[in-house]
């Protein structure tokens, strides 16, 4: 039996699904910068979501998914795919951390 990976934020709720967005950002001299960013539906954290509380719904009603019961489903995961994005980066964070360069701290 395979384990399920646990989620990044919490650290212990299932991950019931992942979707992968190219991200891409300027660095400090403007330049664009390519990365992937991760969007997971956690069975903990994103329970009471409206978007994703029905794509948890779902996994807790069903063990795994199957064609009778795939049109629940799709509705659900169809929403959040056209609605998830990639975090913001967090504002705060960034300028402790351009502080912190600045006094020499890292
Ligand atoms: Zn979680």
């Not at 399920?4 to 650290?11: K, L």
């Not at 979707?19 to 660095?27: D, E, F, G, I, V």
């Not at 409206?50 to 049109?71: C, K, M, N, W």
Request: glycine letters at 6%.
């Amino acid at each position: 039996m395979s384990v399920a990976p646990a989620c990044p934020r919490c650290r212990a709720g299932e991950v019931l699904a992942v979707l992968r967005l190219p991200h891409t950002w300027a660095n400090a001299s403007g330049g664009p910068v390519r990365g992937m960013s991760e969007i997971v539906v956690c069975a903990r954290c994103d329970a009471g979501d409206p978007l994703t509380g029905p794509i948890v719904a779902y996994f807790a009603a069903h063990d795994q998914v199957r064609p009778e019961s795939l049109d629940q489903l799709a509705r659900p995961l169809r929403r959040w795919l056209d609605r998830a994005r990639p975090p913001e980066p967090d504002e705060q964070a960034l300028e402790a951390e351009i502080e912190a360069w600045y006094r020499g701290d890292l």
